[in-house]
Nanobody
Framework: QVQLVESGGGLVQAGGSLRLSCAHS????????MGWFRQVPGKEREFVAA????????YYADPVKGRFTISRDNAKNMAYLQMNSLKPEDTAVYYC???????????????WGQGTQVTVSS
């Protein structure tokens, strides 16, 4: 049983920062790879970042490398996405997701949160 809830989205100016959080409701959080994805209307959901079960490895999509940082706290059943130097192109609904195997593919993830809106103004 996995339930994910995102929070922390909002409206920021270009160059600003936001920190997204994802809360996992179960006791098996440490067994899951956690990923962040984003989607805008009319476009495919795209990979943003992922982190392995113990936090030992992280993966980022090219557009966010050097600006976003994914992390997790297994003691708190939480995953995070620190978003710095935000650009208008980052505007999207951001989703956290969980899977038992490291992957960057949308279709591979078994569990998804409801999404949180991030809007970056110019």
């Amino acid at each position: 049983q996995v339930q994910l809830v995102e929070s922390g989205g909002g409206l920021v100016q270009a160059g600003g920062s936001l920190r997204l959080s994802c809360a996992h409701s179960g006791r098996t959080f440490r067994m899951y790879v956690m990923g962040w994805f984003r989607q805008v209307p009319g476009k495919e959901r795209e990979f943003v970042a992922a982190i392995t079960q113990s936090g030992g490895s992280t993966y980022y999509a090219d557009p966010v490398k050097g600006r976003f940082t994914i992390s997790r706290d297994n003691a708190k059943n939480m995953a995070y996405l620190q978003m710095n130097s935000l650009k208008p192109e980052d505007t999207a609904v951001y989703y956290c997701a969980a899977d038992r195997i490291m992957t960057t593919k949308v279709d591979d993830y078994d569990y998804w949160g409801q999404g949180t809106q991030v809007t970056v103004s110019s």
